[in-house]
């Protein structure tokens, strides 16, 4: 991974990272944060330590770590258990204003997941109907919709759109809409 700072990236400086999964997708998450999908159908968080030394001034040392965010199913861990595929997520998307993580796996299925703490809960599932293809997820800026977080794109360039309502306000509540 290259670090950017100040919007430049210098490829002189990277760092590898020794993980146990297969990386399908990844998106930035908060400072300092890479949120990954992965094959085995979970998504991890990469983090860089930055510390501060005695003036306050931030500093990166090269210290990061992976951990997963989303835990096992029991589907999930008898289809590993007898090799039978799960779904790996091939998009990830994170919206920051309201820490909201959106994936789609390879059934179609898209997935919202609430950031917190470096761990996450699961919000929201949707089951497409049946030859939908997405082929694309992204957040909506809160300058752009106040309750619209996410639009998720078909390959024929139907749009699903994915938000909060005045119901559920105080509440991380997500739907289709």
Request: proline share 5%; glycine share 6%; hydrophobic share 35%.
């Amino acid at each position: 991974m290259y670090p950017i700072q100040n919007d430049v990236i210098n490829p002189m400086t990277f760092y590898v990272s020794n993980i146990d999964f297969t990386p399908t997708c990844l998106c930035p998450g908060f400072d300092n944060q890479v949120l990954i999908g992965a094959s085995d159908g979970q998504i991890y968080l990469h983090q860089f330590i930055i510390t501060s030394n005695f003036w306050g001034t931030q500093q990166n040392l090269g210290d990061h770590v992976t951990k997963r965010l989303t835990s096992w199913t029991i589907t999930n861990a008898i289809k590993s258990y007898f090799s039978f595929s799960v779904a790996p997520i091939y998009k990830i998307c994170f919206d920051p204003s309201k820490s909201l993580i959106a994936t789609i796996d390879n059934t179609q299925k898209i997935c919202i997941y609430f950031l917190e703490n470096d761990s996450v809960s699961h919000l929201y599932t949707y089951h497409p109907p049946k030859g939908t293809k997405f082929a694309s997820i992204c957040c909506v800026a809160n300058s752009e919709s106040y309750h619209l977080r996410f639009v998720a794109f078909t390959n024929s360039g139907d749009r699903f759109y994915f938000g909060t309502s005045d119901a559920l306000v105080g509440k991380t509540g997500i739907a289709l809409r």
